[in-house]
C-alpha cells in the first residue's frame, strides 16, 4: 500500500491554487482510510468529489478517460499534473471507459450496482461513478417519475362522458383565441394534466404557466365533483420570493375567473382553503441540522395537488425528498423554464425530465385524447409513435405574451445559440429597452448602479433618496414601499470574484454610493445596507437567497433591523442576528433565479471560464421585466458564452429514457 504523498502533494497544490476545493482532497483522504487505494480511485475520488461542488451528480468515465478539464473550467495543465502524480506512483491510468469501470469495480471502495452491497461510499452505475447520496436521490426520481408517468397513461382512459366534460370546461376557462394560429398548447397542458399523476409544464418568461395552471386547478374542481370541497392543493417553490409570487399569480387569476364565471365553481373559496405558497423546505418540513425532512415516505404530505413552481431551481437531493414524500395518489405539477441556469446544487432536474420537450412526441392515444378532450389537434411534427410515457406528460408553451419585444427576441436568439442575431437584437434597439455597453469601463457600472440609464428609472438613487426621506407616520407603507423600489433595479454579474464579479463590484458601489452620500458607511452594518441571505437559520426565519434590506429599529433608536418581503406583508430580523449573509447591491445571476427586476443589468467579466455559458446568459436576460442593459469589458465574451452550453452530467436521461 503506498501512501500516495505525489498525488497528495499535487491535490495540495492544486487546492491552493483555488483548482480544488478543500473537501475533495478531505474526501480522497477519507476514501484512503477505507482500505487498498490504487491511484486510479483516488484521482476518481477528487475529482467526483469536486465535479459534486460544481453540480454535477456523477463523473462519466468516459470523461475521465479522455480528459475532464472543461468540466472543471481547469486549462493549465492540472490533469496532466494529476497524472504525471499517478505515475510517479507507478500507477499507469486506464487508457478507456472500460479499463476505468475495471479498475473501480475491484475496489472494496466501491458498491457496483448488482452486487453485493456492503454500503460503501462510492457507488458504480454502468458507465457512472456516483457519491453514494447522490445515486439513491438519482434512483429515488428516476423510479418516481417512471410510475408517476406510467400511472398516468393507464389512468388516461377517461370516459367519453369525462372527455367531454374537459372539453366543455377548457371552452370556458381558455376564451382568449391563440395569436399565432398553432395549436393552444395552454390547454393541451391543461387537459394532459388531468390525464395522470405528473404534469409538467415548461415554457419561457411570460408563456402563461401561471394562467394555465390556474385554470387546470379550476378544471380538477370542476371534474372533481361531489369532492371539490375536500381536495386538498398545496402550493410551493424553492424560494420564498417566488412561492409569493406563485400565490399571488394564482389568486388573481382565480379571482378574475370567479368574476367571469359567477357561482359555476366556488374559486375564491379554493383560493382561500389553498392558504400561502410555501417554500419545498417548509412543506417538507425542514428541521435543524439535519438533511432529513418532517414529511417522508413514511409520513406522506397530506395532499391531492401539489404545485411546484420554479421547477428548474429543484436539486436532485430535494425533488428526491419532494417525490418520496408525496403520496402515491397525489398529483404533482412542476412549472418551470427547462431552459433556465440549472440549480445551484448538484443536478439538473427539469432540464433532465424535459430533454425531448421541444419536440413533444406526443403517441397517437395522446393525440386522439387531445383531441377529444381540448379540441386541439397536435401538429406532426410534435407526434411520435413511440415517445414513452414521460413525454405524454410534459406540455411545452410556445408563445409569450408579455416578452414578444426587444428583450424577448434577445431571450430567444441567446437560448438558439445564435450569437450574431443576438448582437444585432443588442445593437438594433432604437427604443430604449435594450442597452450593450461594449469594451466597458468599472466606472459605466458604477454610473448605472447609481442613477440607472435615461428613461429606465434611478438605479440605487431610487430607494436609497426615499429611505432618506423617511417613514412618516406610517413606517410599514414605507418599508414596503423602499423594499419595492429595491426591486426595480438589479445588477447580476456571472462570476464572484474579480473587479467583474460580485464581490469587486459590491464593494465598487458601496464606495460610490458613500461618496454620493446615499449611504453612510460604518462598519459592516449601515442604513440602506441590502443583504442576501446565504444560508438557512431556521432560528431567525430567513432562508437561503432570501433578500433583505437594513433600516432603523423603530423601537430601538440606534439599532438596525433587516427587513424581509413576505407575500404582501413585510418582516424584521435584528440585523446583528442574521449571520450568513452578504451585501447584495451585486449577485451572481445564479441567485437571481426566480425573482424579476424593472431594470435588470447584466455584468459579463472580460474573459471566458467554465461557468460562463448559454444558460446563464439566457437566465440573466430573462431577469429584466421592462430594461436590460448588458457591460461587457470585452465584447467577444458574450459569443463566447452563448457558443458554451452547461452540461451537468447525470444519469437521469439515460434512466429516464428521454
Ligand atoms: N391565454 C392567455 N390569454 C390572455 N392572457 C394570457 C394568456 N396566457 C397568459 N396571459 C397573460 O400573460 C402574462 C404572463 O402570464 P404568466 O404570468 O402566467 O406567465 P408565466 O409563464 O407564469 O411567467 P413567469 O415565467 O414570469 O412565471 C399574464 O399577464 C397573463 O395573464
Given at each position: 500500500m503506498t501512501d500516495h504523498t505525489a498525488l497528495f502533494e499535487t491535490i495540495g497544490a492544486l487546492t491552493e491554487n483555488g483548482k480544488l476545493r478543500r473537501l475533495a482532497g478531505a474526501f480522497a483522504r477519507f476514501v484512503a482510510t477505507l482500505g487498498n487505494t490504487p491511484p486510479p480511485l483516488l484521482l476518481a475520488s477528487v475529482l467526483l468529489s469536486e465535479l459534486e461542488g460544481r453540480g454535477h451528480s456523477c463523473l462519466v468515465l468516459a470523461d475521465l478517460a479522455g480528459d475532464p478539464s472543461p468540466q472543471l473550467g481547469w486549462l493549465d495543465g492540472e490533469w496532466a499534473a494529476l497524472r504525471a502524480a499517478a505515475a510517479r506512483e507507478g500507477a499507469a491510468l486506464p487508457k478507456n471507459a472500460n479499463g476505468w469501470r475495471k479498475a473501480l469495480h475491484d475496489c472494496e471502495q466501491v458498491w457496483s450496482v448488482g452486487t453485493f452491497d456492503f454500503n460503501q461510499p462510492l457507488v458504480l452505475d454502468g458507465e457512472r461513478l456516483y457519491l453514494r447520496r447522490y445515486w439513491r436521490d438519482e434512483a429515488t426520481v428516476a423510479a418516481s417519475v417512471r410510475s408517476r408517468a406510467q400511472a398516468g397513461t393507464e389512468a388516461g382512459a377517461s370516459t367519453a362522458a369525462d372527455t367531454g366534460a374537459i372539453r366543455g370546461w377548457l371552452d370556458k376557462l381558455f376564451h382568449h383565441p391563440v395569436r399565432d394560429g398553432g395549436p393552444d398548447w395552454q390547454k393541451i397542458a391543461c387537459a394532459a394534466a388531468l390525464r395522470g399523476r405528473l404534469a409538467i409544464i415548461t415554457g419561457g418568461p411570460g408563456t402563461g404557466k401561471t394562467y394555465t395552471v390556474a385554470r387546470l386547478l379550476a378544471l380538477l374542481l370542476a371534474m372533481a365533483g361531489d369532492e371539490a370541497h375536500g381536495l386538498r392543493i398545496a402550493l410551493a417553490a424553492p424560494t420564498g420570493k417566488a412561492a409569493a409570487r406563485l400565490k399571488q399569480s394564482i389568486d388573481s387569476a382565480l379571482d378574475e375567473l370567479a368574476g367571469r364565471l359567477g357561482s359555476a365553481l366556488p374559486l375564491r373559496e379554493l383560493a382561500a382553503r389553498m392558504g400561502a405558497a410555501r417554500t419545498l423546505h417548509s412543506l417538507l418540513g425542514a428541521r435543524p441540522d439535519t438533511r432529513s425532512f418532517a414529511y417522508n415516505a413514511g409520513n406522506p404530505l397530506e395532499v391531492d395537488v401539489l404545485i411546484v413552481d420554479e421547477a428548474s431551481m429543484v436539486h436532485l437531493e430535494m425533488m428526491a425528498a419532494l417525490l418520496a414524500a408525496l403520496p402515491p395518489h397525489a398529483r404533482l405539477i412542476l412549472l418551470g423554464?427547462?431552459?433556465?441556469?440549472?440549480?445551484?446544487?448538484?443536478?439538473a432536474v427539469l432540464g433532465d425530465l424535459c430533454a425531448q420537450a421541444e419536440s413533444g412526441n406526443y403517441d397517437g392515444a395522446t393525440c386522439d385524447y387531445v383531441l377529444a378532450a381540448a379540441g386541439e389537434t397536435i401538429p406532426a411534427a410534435f407526434r411520435e409513435r413511440d415517445g414513452g410515457p414521460l413525454a405524454q406528460r410534459i406540455v411545452m408553451l410556445r408563445q409569450s405574451r408579455r416578452f414578444g419585444g426587444p428583450i424577448g427576441q434577445l431571450a430567444m436568439a441567446v437560448n438558439r445559440g445564435d450569437s450574431d442575431a443576438a448582437r444585432d437584437v443588442l445593437r438594433g434597439d432604437s427604443g430604449g429597452r435594450l442597452r450593450w455597453i461594449e469594451g466597458a469601463r468599472p466606472g459605466d457600472v458604477l454610473a448605472l448602479a447609481l442613477q440607472g440609464r435615461p428613461g429606465t428609472g434611478a438605479g440605487y438613487r431610487d430607494y436609497l433618496e426615499r429611505i432618506q426621506a423617511g417613514p412618516g407616520d406610517d413606517h410599514e407603507a414605507w418599508v414596503r414601499d423602499v423594499l419595492k423600489r429595491f426591486e426595480q433595479f438589479r445588477l447580476l454579474c456571472a462570476v464572484r470574484v474579480g473587479e467583474w464579479g460580485v464581490a469587486g463590484l459590491n464593494e465598487a458601489i458601496e464606495q460610490k454610493l458613500d461618496s454620493a452620500r446615499l449611504i453612510r458607511r460604518r462598519g459592516e452594518w449601515y442604513v440602506g445596507r441590502p443583504v442576501m441571505v446565504t444560508r438557512n437559520d431556521y432560528a431567525t426565519g430567513v432562508y437561503n437567497g432570501d433578500i433583505g434590506l437594513t433600516l432603523p429599529d423603530p423601537l430601538r433608536p440606534g439599532s438596525l433591523r433587516v427587513w424581509f418581503s413576505d407575500g404582501e406583508a413585510v418582516r424584521s430580523v435584528l440585523a446583528t442576528r442574521l449571520r450568513n449573509v452578504e451585501t447584495a447591491f451585486a449577485m451572481t445571476v445564479h441567485k437571481s433565479q426566480g425573482s424579476e427586476f424593472t431594470h435588470t443589468v447584466m455584468v459579463l467579466p472580460p474573459q471566458a471560464n467554465a461557468v460562463l455559458a448559454r444558460e446563464l446568459v439566457y437566465t440573466g436576460i430573462t431577469r429584466a421585466r421592462e430594461f436590460f442593459t448588458l457591460v461587457s469589458p470585452n465584447a467577444a465574451v458574450l459569443a463566447e458564452a452563448i457558443g458554451e452550453r452547461t452540461q451537468r452530467a447525470s444519469g437521469l436521461r439515460e434512466a429516464l429514457g428521454t
Amino acid at each position: 500500500m503506498t501512501d500516495h504523498t505525489a498525488l497528495f502533494e499535487t491535490i495540495g497544490a492544486l487546492t491552493e491554487n483555488g483548482k480544488l476545493r478543500r473537501l475533495a482532497g478531505a474526501f480522497a483522504r477519507f476514501v484512503a482510510t477505507l482500505g487498498n487505494t490504487p491511484p486510479p480511485l483516488l484521482l476518481a475520488s477528487v475529482l467526483l468529489s469536486e465535479l459534486e461542488g460544481r453540480g454535477h451528480s456523477c463523473l462519466v468515465l468516459a470523461d475521465l478517460a479522455g480528459d475532464p478539464s472543461p468540466q472543471l473550467g481547469w486549462l493549465d495543465g492540472e490533469w496532466a499534473a494529476l497524472r504525471a502524480a499517478a505515475a510517479r506512483e507507478g500507477a499507469a491510468l486506464p487508457k478507456n471507459a472500460n479499463g476505468w469501470r475495471k479498475a473501480l469495480h475491484d475496489c472494496e471502495q466501491v458498491w457496483s450496482v448488482g452486487t453485493f452491497d456492503f454500503n460503501q461510499p462510492l457507488v458504480l452505475d454502468g458507465e457512472r461513478l456516483y457519491l453514494r447520496r447522490y445515486w439513491r436521490d438519482e434512483a429515488t426520481v428516476a423510479a418516481s417519475v417512471r410510475s408517476r408517468a406510467q400511472a398516468g397513461t393507464e389512468a388516461g382512459a377517461s370516459t367519453a362522458a369525462d372527455t367531454g366534460a374537459i372539453r366543455g370546461w377548457l371552452d370556458k376557462l381558455f376564451h382568449h383565441p391563440v395569436r399565432d394560429g398553432g395549436p393552444d398548447w395552454q390547454k393541451i397542458a391543461c387537459a394532459a394534466a388531468l390525464r395522470g399523476r405528473l404534469a409538467i409544464i415548461t415554457g419561457g418568461p411570460g408563456t402563461g404557466k401561471t394562467y394555465t395552471v390556474a385554470r387546470l386547478l379550476a378544471l380538477l374542481l370542476a371534474m372533481a365533483g361531489d369532492e371539490a370541497h375536500g381536495l386538498r392543493i398545496a402550493l410551493a417553490a424553492p424560494t420564498g420570493k417566488a412561492a409569493a409570487r406563485l400565490k399571488q399569480s394564482i389568486d388573481s387569476a382565480l379571482d378574475e375567473l370567479a368574476g367571469r364565471l359567477g357561482s359555476a365553481l366556488p374559486l375564491r373559496e379554493l383560493a382561500a382553503r389553498m392558504g400561502a405558497a410555501r417554500t419545498l423546505h417548509s412543506l417538507l418540513g425542514a428541521r435543524p441540522d439535519t438533511r432529513s425532512f418532517a414529511y417522508n415516505a413514511g409520513n406522506p404530505l397530506e395532499v391531492d395537488v401539489l404545485i411546484v413552481d420554479e421547477a428548474s431551481m429543484v436539486h436532485l437531493e430535494m425533488m428526491a425528498a419532494l417525490l418520496a414524500a408525496l403520496p402515491p395518489h397525489a398529483r404533482l405539477i412542476l412549472l418551470g423554464d427547462k431552459d433556465q441556469l440549472a440549480s445551484v446544487e448538484a443536478g439538473a432536474v427539469l432540464g433532465d425530465l424535459c430533454a425531448q420537450a421541444e419536440s413533444g412526441n406526443y403517441d397517437g392515444a395522446t393525440c386522439d385524447y387531445v383531441l377529444a378532450a381540448a379540441g386541439e389537434t397536435i401538429p406532426a411534427a410534435f407526434r411520435e409513435r413511440d415517445g414513452g410515457p414521460l413525454a405524454q406528460r410534459i406540455v411545452m408553451l410556445r408563445q409569450s405574451r408579455r416578452f414578444g419585444g426587444p428583450i424577448g427576441q434577445l431571450a430567444m436568439a441567446v437560448n438558439r445559440g445564435d450569437s450574431d442575431a443576438a448582437r444585432d437584437v443588442l445593437r438594433g434597439d432604437s427604443g430604449g429597452r435594450l442597452r450593450w455597453i461594449e469594451g466597458a469601463r468599472p466606472g459605466d457600472v458604477l454610473a448605472l448602479a447609481l442613477q440607472g440609464r435615461p428613461g429606465t428609472g434611478a438605479g440605487y438613487r431610487d430607494y436609497l433618496e426615499r429611505i432618506q426621506a423617511g417613514p412618516g407616520d406610517d413606517h410599514e407603507a414605507w418599508v414596503r414601499d423602499v423594499l419595492k423600489r429595491f426591486e426595480q433595479f438589479r445588477l447580476l454579474c456571472a462570476v464572484r470574484v474579480g473587479e467583474w464579479g460580485v464581490a469587486g463590484l459590491n464593494e465598487a458601489i458601496e464606495q460610490k454610493l458613500d461618496s454620493a452620500r446615499l449611504i453612510r458607511r460604518r462598519g459592516e452594518w449601515y442604513v440602506g445596507r441590502p443583504v442576501m441571505v446565504t444560508r438557512n437559520d431556521y432560528a431567525t426565519g430567513v432562508y437561503n437567497g432570501d433578500i433583505g434590506l437594513t433600516l432603523p429599529d423603530p423601537l430601538r433608536p440606534g439599532s438596525l433591523r433587516v427587513w424581509f418581503s413576505d407575500g404582501e406583508a413585510v418582516r424584521s430580523v435584528l440585523a446583528t442576528r442574521l449571520r450568513n449573509v452578504e451585501t447584495a447591491f451585486a449577485m451572481t445571476v445564479h441567485k437571481s433565479q426566480g425573482s424579476e427586476f424593472t431594470h435588470t443589468v447584466m455584468v459579463l467579466p472580460p474573459q471566458a471560464n467554465a461557468v460562463l455559458a448559454r444558460e446563464l446568459v439566457y437566465t440573466g436576460i430573462t431577469r429584466a421585466r421592462e430594461f436590460f442593459t448588458l457591460v461587457s469589458p470585452n465584447a467577444a465574451v458574450l459569443a463566447e458564452a452563448i457558443g458554451e452550453r452547461t452540461q451537468r452530467a447525470s444519469g437521469l436521461r439515460e434512466a429516464l429514457g428521454t
